[in-house]
């Protein structure tokens, strides 16, 4: 690999370690509920929620901070945080 | 359909990978992590970064978070850098949108060559995310910062009064300004979209309530954001040959329909302990810049 190489920062997720770390209340998503707006996905700031088949949602919990905006932005309550146990 | 956005986008058709990749390290329910998400419906968007927030967004050495160029540059030359960049672009023959993501504080401090660039009409566009204070650096005021607004450095609420950024951008005769807001996220990205089809230089304002700089819970980012636009309190507007009043403001032009801004107040701890007469000042002033905004939709027909 040339010098220069290494003086470029490459496009990677995680640019801050796992950000899953710093949360303190995980999102927990209640199928039943969702009308499957996607709203969450739409305003997650991070970009940890993926739309699987049928528009049902996915966290990945890994870089999820636990901000709660998908939680207070969901019109049907479909999505609760849930304290983070140790 | 989305709720309260633009009626004619469904949600099927909005970008919903951000050019932010996840485990970036911004804060818990950042307003420039929502706003950014907009910036994927640029074609080969280019990013110049003056020194803030969204510079230590954009990642720790060897990894970046962003998945599109970055310029990160000193802040008072972003838009100088961007005029040169867009120059180099055109002899080049590349065709990418360049945009100079900058927050209030690179507005201020670069504020000569962004209104340089503006009255050459440079070819360019420019987001400020407005957290209305030096967000990065703990939170001092900047001159968009809200009267009454309480900072590190006005420890009592500012005592000066906030500067209309948008409209002093309008007023260098550019083809395209707007404000715009991160709980807004669809009216933000057709405006982006309607920038990005127009040549010449673009200015969009972009609110964005930050959780740590005014005190209320992570959660609540979009929330307040959207209570900003339902009391008045900021007004979103669109000029491109002729003036108007958005859509998710547009009910709000009547001031019998807008929430009290008593709603929009007390859920931020920046505004604690606001005297009742302060918050009547309040309403007089988003009054007036009702008032203003509403006149300049008269002229600007």
């Not at chain 2, 510079?55 to 060897?62: D, E, K, N, R, S």
């Not at chain 2, 040549?199 to 609540?220: A, M, Q």
Request: charged content about 25%; aromatic content about 10%.
């Amino acid at each position: 690999m040339k010098h220069s190489e290494y003086l470029i920062a490459k496009p990677s997720k995680g640019s801050a370690g796992q950000t899953g770390l710093w949360r303190s209340f995980r999102p927990v998503y209640h199928v039943e509920r969702c009308i499957r707006c996607l709203l969450c996905c739409f305003y997650c700031p991070e970009d940890v929620i993926e739309v699987h088949y049928h528009r049902f949602i996915l966290f990945h919990y890994e870089y999820c901070k636990g901000c709660g905006i998908c939680a207070s932005i969901c019109p049907e309550d479909a999505i609760e945080m849930v304290e983070e146990e140790e | 359909m989305v709720a309260g956005g633009d009626v004619s986008m469904k949600i099927d058709e909005l970008p919903r990978r951000s050019s932010l990749l996840p485990g970036n390290p911004s804060c818990q329910g950042c307003p420039h992590a929502i706003g950014l998400k907009a910036l994927s419906v640029l074609e080969n968007p280019v990013l110049i970064i003056p020194a803030g927030c969204t510079t230590i967004i954009a990642g720790i050495h060897p990894k970046a978070a962003f998945n599109v160029p970055v310029l990160h540059v000193p802040f008072a030359s972003a838009a100088a850098v961007a005029s040169g960049l867009a120059a180099s672009y055109r002899k080049e023959g590349v065709e990418a949108s360049i945009v100079v993501w900058m927050g209030d504080g690179a507005a201020d401090i670069g504020f000569a060559t962004l209104s340089g660039a503006a009255v050459r009409n440079e070819d360019i566009i420019v987001v400020v995310s407005d957290n209305e204070a030096y967000m990065n650096t703990g939170i001092q005021s900047s001159s968009t910062t809200s009267w009454k607004a309480r900072t590190t450095t006005s420890p009592g609420g500012k005592s000066e009064e906030k500067k209309d950024l948008a409209a002093i951008m309008l007023m260098h005769r550019i083809p395209y300004a707007a404000t715009a807001s991160v709980g807004y996220l669809p009216d933000f990205i057709n405006k982006l979209k309607r920038a990005s089809e127009i040549d010449g230089f673009r200015f969009i304002h972009l609110h964005s309530p930050c959780p740590p700089g005014w005190r209320f819970d992570s959660s609540k980012t979009v929330e307040i954001a959207r209570l900003a636009v339902k009391t008045g309190a900021w007004i979103l507007w669109e000029y491109s040959g002729r003036f108007r009043i958005t859509s998710p403001s547009k009910p709000y032009k009547d001031g019998s329909k807008r929430v009290p801004l008593e709603e929009y107040i007390k859920t931020q701890g920046r505004f604690k302990g606001l005297s009742e007469e302060d918050v009547e000042e309040i309403k007089s002033k988003i009054e007036e810049q009702w008032k203003f905004l509403l006149a300049f939709e008269e002229i600007f027909r």
